[in-house]
């Protein structure tokens, strides 16, 4: 399938240079990014990035659970 359009000149600059960058062709770059993005939308590849994902928080802080107690009860509606 071919499919045509216009790029704004920023860019097109911008994926020329990462495309030479990368030593790889123009149309390969924008194949995997194409690749990349429809494959983060279905949600088979994380959007959280590495440095995200590697946090492993504040030793020192209190767990979750020592603050339920403080929580008021759920009220559920009358529907009826």
């Known amino acids: ?31 995997e990014t194409l690749r990349q993005r429809t494959q983060t939308t279905s949600g088979s590849i994380s959007q959280w990035s590495d440095v995200i994902l590697s946090y492993e ?8 659970e020592s603050y339920r107690d403080d929580l008021l009860p759920t009220c559920e509606p009358d529907l009826f």
């Open 1 to 31: 399938m071919q499919i045509t359009i216009d790029l704004p000149t920023d860019l097109e600059q911008d994926l020329i240079r990462q495309a030479a960058q990368s030593n790889i062709s123009l149309q390969t770059l924008i194949i």
């Open 57 to 64: 928080g504040n030793p020192d802080f209190p767990a979750i």
